[in-house]
């Protein structure tokens, strides 16, 4: 099938598009080609770029309070639209107001579409031109998942930021008609979405770029997205096991050529590297479970890489976790401590957790002051030599630095 049988099959010519937006964004300042520094207002705060979303699944980030988050300087916190339509489900929230109110966040939230489950659930999905048929995982009852009802839900749970529900395919995934059939979708899905947003005064709705590793079909997302004037554009179909290579390419090839006005989100992407990578390319915001994870297995972020406190070499060291990152943890805990807690005590998870966010909010904050002191190159070089004294840098890396003229 040729492009233009696709085109008169696919697309759809009288398409919709957002005609309102209850965000603004300022790019406050640049360093290199791509790298910048934003002011993001949303409805409940203003939140500076590049920013590091935590993920809260259901209404909080394990193991910590919302003053917790607060006090760390957390600004947007992620919830999980399929898991929060589980427990406690959209008719509670819509009587207590809002997910905001329910768990006591003066702050922002961002909600995922629920799209992710097609991936990560997909033994238990059928996906359809309709929406998407779950079977949960929790007593096995069938729930279908269509734009509509992800708008639905999302208006509900009353986030900030809501994604459109996309079709996502596994960024390994080999069959590339099916990989061409889901960006397709995403738009079709997109029009959708926003003819049923309801809240469009109060909830901004951000498009997926899908359309996996093939650079074509990235461009006919990126075109069909544009199109529709969405206050901001998250790549999406990433982190799914590709090789970096592919990824970076993908990450450059999008923050190319979406819209300089308006805020860009690598969904997935938590790794401290992946993060420094990123900026230099020109994305705004992030959002992985890595680092609340990690802290549950007990490895605590550090400057020069992480630091697996389970290991015996930590039994008497009497140390910070990290000096450099501050906060309470490092203020009244040591290594000697949270080896003796980690895996082991409820509070040794709590205490890595909280640690780790702060590391990763030092880390946002860092680059956005290099941004603006005009200084990232120097800092980036600076951040790889802390995390491979060795210089044995990882080669994706060192070329995707190179592509926006940072050489390490």
Not at 65 to 72: A, G, N, P, R, V
Not at 146 to 156: C, G, L, R, Y
Not at 232 to 249: M, P, T, V
């Amino acid at each position: 099938m040729t492009e233009d049988d696709w085109r008169q099959r696919k697309e759809i010519t009288d398409f919709q598009v957002n005609e309102i937006s209850a965000l603004q964004f300022e790019v406050i300042a640049t360093c290199g080609p791509k790298a910048r520094v934003g002011n993001l207002t949303l409805p409940h705060h203003k939140a500076d770029t590049p920013i590091f979303m935590p993920v809260g699944t259901q209404g909080t980030i394990k193991g910590l309070t919302s003053q917790q988050l607060e006090d760390i300087g957390c600004q947007i916190i992620l919830g999980n639209t399929y898991h929060l339509a589980q427990r406690p489900g959209p008719d509670l929230l819509d009587h207590v107001g809002g997910l905001h109110k329910f768990m006591n966040w003066n702050r922002n939230i961002l909600t995922d579409s629920g799209g992710f489950q097609m991936v990560s659930l997909l033994d238990l999905a059928d996906i359809n031109e309709e929406g998407v048929n779950f079977q949960s995982p929790h007593d096995g009852s069938q729930m279908l998942l269509t734009p509509e009802h992800s708008m639905k839900i999302q208006n509900s749970i009353g986030g900030d930021i809501m994604m459109a529900l996309d079709d996502v395919v596994s960024s390994t995934c080999p069959d590339r008609n099916r990989v061409e059939e889901a960006t397709w979708r995403t738009l079709r899905w997109m029009d959708r979405c926003i003819a049923s947003h309801k809240k469009q005064s109060t909830q901004n709705l951000f498009g997926i770029v899908q359309g996996g590793l093939d650079p074509h079909l990235r461009e006919i997302c990126l075109e069909g997205l544009i199109k529709r004037n969405c206050p901001g554009y998250a790549i999406g179909g990433l982190s799914g096991g590709e090789s970096k290579d592919q990824f970076w390419r993908t990450v450059s090839l999008c923050t190319d050529r979406l819209p300089y006005n308006k805020p860009r989100y690598c969904m997935g992407v938590g790794y401290p590297v992946d993060l420094i990578v990123c900026v230099a390319l020109g994305v705004d915001m992030f959002d992985c479970v890595f680092p609340c994870r990690t802290a549950r297995f007990g490895t605590a972020l550090v400057g020069d890489g992480s630091l697996k406190l389970r290991s015996p070499q930590f039994a008497t060291d009497f140390n910070p976790p990290d000096v450099n990152v501050g906060g309470l943890v490092n203020e009244q805990y040591t290594r000697a401590q949270l080896h003796t807690l980690a895996c082991k005590e409820q509070t040794g998870a709590q205490l890595i957790t909280y640690h780790n966010i702060c590391y990763m909010m030092k880390l946002m904050s860092d680059m956005r002051t290099a941004i603006v002191g005009n200084y990232f190159d120097k800092h980036v070089k600076n951040f790889f030599e802390q995390q491979y004294p060795d210089h044995k840098y990882p080669s994706w890396a060192v070329d995707a630095l190179a592509s926006v003229e940072i050489n390490l």
